[in-house]
């Protein structure tokens, strides 16, 4: 299991902006692609945005234009700056990690954090 520590979620108004952090810990070798997931209440958890080793992207629709997504390979962290938040991004946000791989271990591991609350709201 796979140890990721999620960090800036808050309250924000409508048109404002937040950066989420979220890094994995221990003695990792590399770590494939690490992305930010969403669950409203009384919704099922939604892709907002993945990015690879690489450093490929993929966002969903809603939030193109608006969210950034990046990664530090060298910290095992990723980052989602979310700019131009509207009270439907309104949500708990979770961090994956997909196909990590520790030294000395042949294993690939995967993910979740324990979620961090975003609420865009006036």
């Known amino acids: 299991q796979v140890q990721l520590v999620e960090s800036g979620g808050g309250l924000v108004q409508p048109g404002g902006s937040l950066r989420l952090s979220c890094a994995a810990s221990?003695?990792?070798?590399?770590?494939?692609?690490m992305g930010w997931y969403r669950q409203a209440p009384g919704k099922q958890r939604e892709l907002v945005a993945v990015?690879?080793?690489?450093?490929?992207?993929n966002y969903a629709d809603s939030v193109k234009g608006r969210f950034t997504i990046s990664r530090d390979n060298a910290k095992n962290t990723v980052y989602l700056q979310m700019n131009s938040l509207k009270p439907e991004d309104t949500a708990v946000y979770y961090c994956?990690?997909?196909?990590?791989?520790?030294?000395?271990?042949?294993?690939?591991?995967?993910?979740w954090g324990q979620g961090t609350q975003v609420t865009v709201s006036s």
């Open positions: 994956n990690a997909d196909r990590v791989r520790y030294y000395g271990d042949s294993y690939y591991y995967k993910g």
């Open positions: 221990g003695s990792i070798f590399s770590i494939n692609a």
């Open positions: 990015i690879t080793s690489g450093g490929s992207t």
